[in-house]
């Protein structure tokens, strides 16, 4: 019987550095303090399940650089007991980084993105025979510079890497990035009929759909939610905000949750909130919860996830 999750993707560096405003351009701000910690989906992901203290196995695979930024993400997993067989060094290209600018006052987030190896992940190192892994999750789609290009039979290189993930009998899980791209929805519906799950919020979903999103309104949630499952995910479709998290089968069913509710003072900042949200849901579903369960530890982890600068630094072992 298959067990535990492998994520494969965006494996980043980030180097969080709260500020004290963010400035206008040709003007300075102040760095108060910078921390190195986990980034990118599929490495988030993994580490806020070792915090959550998991007992199935966690797997990583993607693509690092034979530097230092590399040798810290192994160290880092090797810490938080996260398999790296499948983590393939490039001497090519520089492990990938981000500088996240984190406003103090706001905890509101800034990135610069250096692409780095990540872009090199090709998925053709990844054999799933080496697995026994249940949930396959890949992320994030529109930051992967190789798996967002379109094959010769028209489908993108994730969505065939999905396929394999199927065909080995892994359930499929996606996450995507809020980026600007002129084929935003030929990428992302390319992988639709091979992800069981697709996570997205609602910047990302009214890019999909070529309308605007109001992430106040739920009913706008829900519908929107309805519409990404008939353009052709297996199982759920799942959007998550600031104040709502929304899921739509297609079975027909809609599930909502609002978000728990963080005093100002104590959020340090939104960076991984969406990473934490869906490494709630994977575990729930991982561990056969229903959905109205599955989105109720989501939107705890995600809470925890407010009350830290880092992506997983505020993540609490389950009780």
């Known amino acids: 019987m298959r067990e535990g999750i492998l994520a494969a993707g965006n494996f980043i560096v980030d180097r969080v550095k709260l500020i004290d405003d963010y400035p206008a351009q040709d003007t300075l701000a102040s760095i108060l303090s910078e921390t190195p910690s986990n980034g990118g989906g599929p490495y988030n992901i993994l580490t806020d399940l070792a915090r959550m203290g998991v007992t199935y196995p966690l797997e990583a695979a993607g693509m690092i650089g034979d530097d230092a930024d590399g040798k810290w993400i192994l160290e880092h997993c090797a810490r938080h ?10 001497a090519e290209l520089p492990t990938s980084y981000t500088d996240v600018m984190t406003v103090q006052a706001t905890g509101r987030r800034t990135f610069f993105h250096q692409r780095g190896a990540n872009a090199g992940f090709t998925g053709g190192q990844l054999d799933f025979s080496q697995s026994g892994a249940r949930i396959f999750h890949l992320g994030y789609l529109l930051l992967l510079d190789y798996l967002d290009i379109f094959s010769e039979d028209g489908r993108t290189k994730a969505s065939h890497l999905l396929e394999r993930a199927s065909g080995a009998g892994m359930t499929t899980s996606i996450d995507l990035v809020s980026a600007a791209h002129a084929q935003f929805g030929e990428i992302v519906e390319s992988s639709l009929p091979h992800a069981d799950y697709l996570f997205l919020n609602e910047i990302e979903a009214g890019n999909l759909l070529g309308s605007v999103v109001n992430a106040e309104v739920p009913s706008e949630l829900e519908q929107a ?3 990404i499952v008939r353009k052709g995910v297996r199982r ?3 959007l998550h905000t600031e104040k709502h998290a929304v899921s739509a089968t297609v079975r027909g069913e809609v599930y909502h949750e609002e978000s728990l509710v963080v005093p100002v003072e104590e959020i340090a900042g939104a960076n991984g909130a969406g990473d934490a949200f ?3 849901f994977l575990h729930a579903i991982h561990e056969g919860l229903e959905m109205p369960a599955a989105l109720s530890l989501a939107v705890k982890i995600a809470a925890q996830c407010l009350r830290h600068s880092t992506p997983s630094g505020g993540i609490e072992r389950m009780s």
């Not at 007991?81 to 490039?90: D, F």
């Open 81 to 90: 007991g996260i398999a790296t067989a499948q983590l393939r060094k490039s």
């Open 225 to 227: 939610a309805r519409a």
């Open 236 to 238: 759920v479709v799942t």
């Open 278 to 280: 869906a490494a709630g």
